[in-house]
């Protein structure tokens, strides 16, 4: 399984944007590039995914460059509701593998 | 789509007495997975059914743990004995799995406290 590093956390304020990196030194030529969201109490919940380039969804957008051994959520215009933790996570099936999670990055919108 | 229902919310108990849960997944879903996660960690994998068959079991999953899921539907995790060290939040996934690009849909969870 590719490995995961992420800031532990980060500050922002409403109206920002904000860009999480995430590094995957070791990604596979076949491992997606996933993000989850999660609120206290609840779930991860699926935000974005990406194989390269670019992805933009209505929730953020996903910048992979050429060589993919990192990746970057862009969350545009923050608001409070989106203070959460925010997990890369960099895997393929294989059938008997399972994706794991990592620490995550804690982002929180102030006013 | 009513996604993926876990019960229940909340579970109390004392130490050694068994609990069980339980998780029905997104109906179309042949890949359920249960994870356990403890306040400021990410989650931890516990195991994955593909369908009825169970394919991946973590160490993290002692002998006290058990997991079933009977005709690929539902399925129940059951902790035997428990002790002060299973308390955290048991999340339960599905998704439309094997593939390239797998998305994972979770439930809300179960909060386990042992007293």
């Known amino acids: 399984l590719a490995k995961t590093t992420q800031p532990i956390s980060m500050d922002s304020y409403e109206g920002q944007e904000v860009n999480i990196t995430c590094s995957h030194n070791?990604?596979?030529?076949?491992?997606?590039i996933t993000w989850y969201q999660q609120f206290p109490s609840q779930g991860p919940r699926f935000i974005i995914q990406?194989?390269?380039t670019k992805v933009t969804n209505e929730v953020a957008s996903l910048f992979i460059p050429a060589d993919r051994k990192s990746s970057t959520l862009s969350l545009p215009r923050v608001s409070l509701s989106d203070t959460a933790v925010y997990y890369c996570?960099?895997?393929?099936?294989?059938?008997?593998?399972?994706?794991?999670f990592g620490s995550g990055t804690r982002l929180q919108v102030q006013p | 789509d009513t996604g993926v229902s876990q019960n229940p919310r909340h579970k109390i108990t004392k130490r050694g007495q068994n609990v069980t849960f339980r998780c029905d997944p997104i109906?179309?879903?042949?890949?359920l997975y249960w994870y356990r996660q403890t306040l400021g960690q990410g989650p931890e994998f516990l195991t994955y059914?593909?369908?009825?068959?169970?394919?991946?079991k973590s160490r993290l999953l002692s002998d006290r743990f058990s997991a079933e899921r009977p005709k690929g539907s539902f399925s129940t995790l059951e902790i035997q004995r428990t002790e002060q060290g299973d308390s955290a939040m048991y999340l339960c996934?599905?998704?439309?799995?094997?593939?390239?690009?797998?998305?994972?849909?979770f439930g809300s969870g179960t909060q386990l406290s042992v007293l």
């Open positions: 990406g194989y390269k």
């Open positions: 996570l960099v895997g393929v099936d294989t059938g008997r593998r399972a994706l794991t």
């Open positions: 070791n990604i596979a030529t076949n491992d997606y």
């Open positions: 109906s179309e879903h042949n890949r």
């Open positions: 996934a599905s998704s439309t799995g094997p593939g390239l690009n797998e998305k994972l849909f």
């Open positions: 059914f593909q369908n009825e068959a169970q394919l991946e």
